[in-house]
């Protein structure tokens, strides 16, 4: 098997193609793993010579063991945390305070780089950014997560009966501006779907669903 290396162990790990992947688990009678399937949230199966292949639906990845599976795993989510600053906003979210004033160019910006026919947010046109940014491979700059952010509150806003756009100085970083929308005495978070699914599901998955993690905090 091919080798990736990082400086604790030697993670033995290929990718495999949707033919292949379905090919070696039928050839090698794969088992599921229930368990570890439902924690890595990807079917998971146990081949008789104890390599372990992870199904992603487009592909997979065939490891040497459950072992190189779980270090895998640790080095992504160790890789996360030295990247993650003090706040999740510091360095992502432009504008800072003056956020709110740039919504409305935040969202022609959103509408032109994906290429949307329809301007007014919501979860389906959601789902077409999903579709594209998983397609495209999409850099996701400031000025990209911002937009996204900005478009995820106004699908937020619209659902809702008198809600407003807020920004509020950040308890664990004051230097950090947070953009919340506010109806009544619920407070909901545009910007942590968005976070979540960009940066901690999707490198780990190779899934991304903006559409889900947005339609559950409106309706929580």
Same mark, same amino acid.
């Given at each position: 098997?091919?080798?990736?290396?990082?400086?604790?162990?030697?993670?033995?790990?290929?990718?495999?193609?949707?033919?292949?992947? @379905? #090919?070696?688990?039928?050839?090698?009678? /794969?088992? *599921? &793993?229930?368990?570890?399937?439902?924690?890595? =949230?990807? !079917?998971?199966?146990?081949?008789?010579?104890?390599?372990?292949?992870?199904?992603?639906?487009?592909?997979?990845?065939?490891?040497?063991?459950?072992?190189?599976?779980?270090?895998?795993?640790?080095?992504?989510?160790?890789?996360?945390?030295?990247?993650?600053?003090?706040?999740?906003?510091?360095?992502?979210?432009?504008?800072? @305070? #003056?956020?709110?004033?740039?919504?409305? /160019?935040? *969202? &022609?910006?959103?509408?032109?780089?994906?290429? =949307?026919? !329809?301007?007014?947010?919501?979860?389906?046109?959601?789902?077409?950014?999903?579709?594209?940014?998983?397609?495209?491979?999409?850099?996701?700059?400031?000025?990209?997560?911002?937009?996204?952010?900005?478009?995820?509150?106004?699908?937020?806003?619209?659902?809702?009966?008198?809600?407003?756009?807020?920004?509020?100085?950040?308890?664990?970083?004051?230097?950090?501006?947070?953009?919340?929308?506010? &109806?009544?005495?619920?407070?909901?978070?545009?910007?942590?779907?968005?976070?979540?699914?960009?940066?901690?599901?999707?490198?780990?998955?190779?899934?991304?669903?903006?559409?889900?993690?947005?339609?559950?905090?409106?309706?929580?």
């Amino acid at each position: 098997m091919a080798q990736k290396k990082n400086e604790e162990n030697v993670i033995q790990r290929i990718r495999l193609s949707r033919k292949q992947l @379905k #090919e070696m688990i039928a050839k090698e009678k /794969g088992v *599921l &793993e229930p368990i570890f399937s439902k924690e890595y =949230l990807n !079917d998971t199966y146990l081949l008789p010579n104890g390599h372990v292949v992870v199904d992603f639906d487009t592909h997979g990845f065939l490891y040497s063991s459950f072992t190189d599976l779980k270090n895998w795993i640790r080095q992504l989510r160790k890789m996360q945390d030295e990247e993650l600053p003090s706040h999740i906003l510091k360095n992502r979210l432009l504008y800072g @305070k #003056e956020f709110l004033l740039h919504i409305p /160019g935040l *969202l &022609e910006m959103v509408v032109d780089v994906f290429k =949307l026919k !329809d301007s007014t947010p919501t979860i389906d046109q959601l789902k077409i950014i999903d579709e594209q940014l998983m397609k495209r491979r999409t850099e996701i700059t400031p000025a990209v997560f911002s937009g996204l952010v900005a478009y995820a509150g106004e699908i937020i806003k619209n659902s809702l009966n008198n809600a407003e756009w807020a920004i509020v100085t950040s308890a664990f970083d004051t230097a950090v501006y947070e953009p919340l929308v506010i &109806e009544g005495e619920m407070t909901y978070n545009p910007f942590f779907p968005v976070y979540r699914e960009l940066f901690e599901q999707y490198p780990e998955t190779n899934r991304l669903s903006l559409a889900d993690a947005v339609h559950i905090e409106m309706n929580r």
